[in-house]
């Protein structure tokens, strides 16, 4: 379980953290086995993500893997965030062992269900 | 960067008198203790001299330790040595048990034991009338901790050694304790006879020498199986050839740890006070794990809310300073502690507990150091998190 | 005085080389690997480095080897690991095991299980035909040495290793086979696909690294009970914190024991071949013990006719030179070596074996000195003994 | 089972190893579980033992004990021979573990056998 340089980046730096106070897709996702949470605030405009804020409560995975979607998010549109998969915020952190790769799925989890509660 | 450590309870560095004491054992002085010519001699002599050494620590003769490879594997001697003499019956233990005596137990479970694992209660000690109240008629072991690993929580071994002379008194027999003392030994005067225990653990690294040997002190005419077979070392009671350097470390270490030890508990004391209060001055929100009285003198443990144990332990890692999430021996998982669990602790106090536990050479300038960095980690974690109100709001 | 150490088979010096990268380990870093810091995270490293170097040394991967506190506990985790997860049935093992594999088959047959020992006949080597006839449809497990502790020969383990694949070929399940490779290991090359063994046993203190430390060879899928719980470590197999510096030690000594095998064994061979051709020259009423050719390049047997080992053991070492009568795990008493015995010597053979061990750091020196004081001892010794033809009349 | 100088020097340099050519009193003792054996040779005259000569087989306790048994018969009474015991051989060669006794035991035994035997 030792973590790799990008990893320790996003927990000593994280990118994008916090609640966006003009967001109009939001959404926190908990994940019932082991109570890690992410929270994610989007701002969305003419089906482009604006700005993406996180926040998040669990294990270090988790607030890595909150912080890597964030950063990944801003400028993308809702169309290719929605192809977004769990390997791609696993490799963002630098890579993650299987027993926590469930944190990049909640993640994502968070992210889909932002853009569905999004107010257009 | 400067590196702090502050997890003495999971290991101690080695302390280089005792590096000092072994490397003899490493170089010339190499034989095997069976051998019977000199090199040999050289060998059985020197374990001999260290088996003192640690009988001396805890009040017992030399002839009643069995050393073995370390605290793990003399609580597994311990209890299935005890148990595997009888059939199946009952075993009364804390709820707060190091990992080594409790998957030694739930392994006896599932052999047919049954096993009442006594309530703590918030404050971390077992309470006297519950082991009392516990004890059946089939009852063959007590197996409480001296101090808890994770919290340092002291518990009451003499007045449990009280309670089973008294039951020996009334005729009971095939009623032993046994407890297990690698975090106590060193930081509290442990006399055998006075405690009345039967059988009690130890491990070296915890008092600074090498990782890889332990003892178990067994009770002059209290039976045993043996589970390590096929040798005649320690008395026919764990076959394998001798550790010797090890084991001359750990005699070291063990005199060393008698005769310095009130100055090592002054030391440790003065820093783990000084930080406890500081950290109560400048960060919210905490809860402090444990009888504040009743515990080891170096030792804290503290839940953060609002975040979780791990991130700030990487957080402070990445900064130099070493502490650890529960106890060393479990931290490969994420589970929230169950020590801080069965304080009464909800989840989240349970997984934002850190322990700081401090050694002999801590200075004021590591507190200095720690008191700079833990607030800030803290303080940057909380902003993240959404179960706080410091979350940063963006626009 | 001169001191010569010919006893390599009951343990070996600690290399320099390997005390010096274990050092370390005894010093700054000296964290728990069960820590997630960077002090465990080096601790970690460093013994998955060993565990790499150790798997080398016999051709497994490193996610088959799991440390013990040495050989010992390796053959009682293998044999009672297997065992365990069967009801009681049927083993098959040599006559001439070591102790710790002898006694751990007598712990389960005291449980029910049925165990057959092979004979080994006068050049101490089991026959495969053997083997095959006392293969029974319960049988559970084979457990055959690789090279004997006492007399040096070396086991058809590869024949054997052939045998159980074929039986699983004919759809045999439920069939392992173990073997204690302590003696031979950094003197036969190992390959554990070639051998095709499902368990293996090595311990550090043969190879020129501190006693305490050892290994299991497990190979991939095959199943085992820990013996000792309550610790995640080594995968679950062993429980207990990782003895991290003699775990370093090891692994160095298992890179040194691969890379200089070779000169090792033509240097010892060397030494070991002068030393018995002088020793036929010089004195009579011998015997070699263990096939001449079958055997580690190393190691000597010699029973000396109407002397007992032990007072010839005695006399070398009051000279300096430090031998062995038989199994130096079981010197502590004097019972005649079972495995001298299962040669089918007479008891006055029997108690008439030592055992000379080489080593890498042997020079021929040491031997002109042995080959001085030998012949003396054994004349001086036979002098006094009742059933020689060569005691002083006096008047 | 670290030997004493003394005994370690009875192994080293044995007193009255041998056998008398001409001895009036001969035994030899086996030990029957461990197949030790003393051999003594003894010169009586005029009740008094005038030459003693030992030979051993055995663990070194054994060797030691012959050679401390025939030291200190030269020059005995026979009746001082006859209330040896065992524990005066045992101090003589400076102490044995209790499992060890046995040697002391053959050593008188073969004593007390030879007198027995002996040709007046
Ligand atoms: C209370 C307690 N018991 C037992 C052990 C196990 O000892 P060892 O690490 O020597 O196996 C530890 C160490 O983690 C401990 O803290
Ligand atoms: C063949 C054999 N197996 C096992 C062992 C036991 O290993 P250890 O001394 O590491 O317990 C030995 C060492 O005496 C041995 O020679």
């Known amino acids: 379980m030792s973590y790799s340089e990008a990893f320790k980046d996003h927990i000593a730096n994280p990118r994008n953290a916090g609640e966006l106070v003009n967001a109009n897709a939001v959404a926190e996702q908990t994940n019932p086995v082991c109570g890690d949470r992410v929270r994610l605030s989007l701002r969305i405009r003419d089906g482009r993500i604006e700005a993406a804020r996180f926040l998040a409560y669990g294990c270090p995975p988790t607030l890595a893997c909150g912080s890597a979607l964030a950063e ?19 490799t963002a952190v630098g890579g993650l062992p299987s027993r926590k790769q469930h944190a990049a ?9 932002a853009i569905q509660n999004s107010v257009n | 960067m400067r590196r702090v ?15 000092e004491a072994m ?6 002085k190499f034989g095997n203790a069976s051998s019977v010519h000199l090199f040999g001699q050289e060998a059985r002599a020197a374990a001999d001299g260290a088996r003192r050494q640690v009988a001396a620590l805890i009040g017992a003769r030399a002839n009643e330790i069995i050393f073995t490879s370390g605290g793990t594997e003399a609580n597994n001697l311990a209890i299935r040595g005890v148990c595997e003499l009888a059939e199946p019956r009952h075993i009364i233990t804390s709820s707060i048990e190091h990992p080594s005596v409790r998957g030694t137990l739930e392994s006896l479970e599932k052999r047919g034991w049954v096993v009442t694992r006594l309530p703590v209660y918030d404050d971390g000690i077992i309470r006297l009338e519950d082991v009392r109240s516990a004890l059946r008629s089939d009852t063959v072991l007590i197996s409480v901790m001296m101090a808890n690993n994770e919290i340092g929580t002291i518990q009451p071994i003499k007045e449990i050694g009280a309670l089973v002379k008294e039951e020996r008194q009334r005729g009971r027999r095939h009623l032993w304790f046994h407890t297990d003392a690698v975090q106590a030994a060193g930081r509290i005067a442990i006399e055998v006879e006075h405690l009345g225990c039967d059988l009690l653990t130890l491990s070296a690294h915890k008092i600074y020498a090498p990782k890889g040997s332990g003892a178990l002190f067994l009770r002059r005419g209290v ?23 090890n084991i001359v470390a750990f005699g070291t270490a063990a005199e060393l740890a008698q005769r310095e030890m009130p100055a090592r508990n002054e030391h440790t004391r003065r820093l783990r006070d000084r930080f406890e209060n500081a950290v109560k001055a ?27 144990g791990e991130g700030l332990l990487i957080h402070l890692d990445m900064q130099g300073v070493a502490v650890s999430t529960g106890s060393a021996c479990s931290s490969g998982t994420l589970e929230p502690s169950p020590v801080i669990r069965a304080l009464g602790r909800d989840e989240e106090l349970a997984r934002g507990a850190i322990r700081f536990s401090f050694g002999k050479d801590n200075t004021d300038e590591d507190i200095d150091y720690v008191l700079e960095v833990l607030p800030r980690a803290v303080e940057s974690l909380r902003a993240l998190s959404p179960l706080s109100r410091q979350t940063i709001a963006a626009s």
Chains 1, 4 share one sequence.
Do not use: C, W
């Open chain 1, 72 to 90: 990944m998010l801003e400028g993308m549109t809702i169309a290719d965030a929605l192809k977004l998969e769990r390997k791609e915020i696993v």
């Open chain 1, 105 to 113: 799925a909640l993640a994502i989890e968070t992210l889909r269900a």
């Open chain 2, 5 to 19: 450590y502050l997890d003495h309870s999971a290991t101690t560095p080695v302390d280089p008198r005792v590096v």
């Open chain 2, 23 to 28: 490397l003899p054992y490493l170089t010339g």
């Open chain 2, 223 to 245: 039976r045993l199986t043996p589970q390590q077979v096929g040798g005649h070392q320690e008395r026919e009671r764990r076959a394998g050839t001798e550790s010797i350097a």
């Open chain 2, 282 to 308: 400048s960060i919210d929100d905490l809860a402090f794990n444990g009888d504040h009285k009743r515990r080891l003198p170096h030792l804290s443990n503290i839940s953060f809310r609002f975040i979780e």
